[in-house]
């Protein structure tokens, strides 16, 4: 069942974040459950903590608790999938514009979009390389790190906390 918002996933966020994170589409077990990273294999969780964003380990069906933090959760692209390489160009590029008007609307301090490839399809930048980004998304200071997916086993869990903690106030360079 699809919540009110309309999305399958309802993005946690309210004004004035330090870091808005951004997945690039919820996973099916996502989307059944109504929770971001839900999948038993995705580390953005145990990444947030580690980064010192949590003081413990949140499960996905806390996610709400993130604003208590000044954080928040949103993807690109709303439709749920096995894989993000199911989506199209298309897509990727009409979320781009969708969470840009999101962020100019709630005003983050930090944007960080979870994966280069999405980033690069959908703010046409085919060349961009991960890190802290030249331009600002909706006013926000950008950054582009590795996406948590399991499926993205080439970077581990410390590497993942140690460059979310740059996201952290005051490291961010916003």
């Given at each position: 069942?699809?919540?009110p918002?309309?999305k399958?996933v309802?993005d ?116 961009a390389v ?17 996406n ?7 970077v581990?869990?410390p590497?993942?906390?140690r ?5 952290r106030p005051g490291?961010?360079?916003?």
């Amino acid at each position: 069942m699809t919540p009110p918002s309309g999305k399958p996933v309802p993005d946690v966020v309210e004004p004035g974040l330090d870091v808005l994170f951004c997945g690039i589409n919820p996973s099916l077990l996502s989307a059944e459950t109504g929770h971001h990273f839900a999948r038993p294999g995705n580390r953005f969780w145990p990444a947030i903590h580690l980064a010192g964003f949590t003081p413990r380990l949140l499960r996905p069906e806390e996610g709400r608790e993130l604003l208590r933090y000044g954080l928040g959760v949103t993807n690109v692209v709303d439709r749920p999938t096995r894989t993000a390489a199911e989506l199209s160009a298309q897509e990727l590029r009409a979320g781009a514009e969708a969470l840009e008007r999101l962020v100019a609307s709630v005003r983050p301090r930090v944007l960080a979009v979870l994966g280069i490839t999405a980033w690069r399809q959908g703010f046409a930048r085919p060349r961009a390389v991960a890190g802290r980004q030249p331009e600002r998304v909706g006013g926000a200071v950008t950054w582009v790190v590795p996406n948590p997916s399991g499926l993205n086993a080439h970077v581990q869990l410390p590497d993942l906390a140690r460059i979310y903690a740059q996201l952290r106030p005051g490291d961010a360079g916003s």
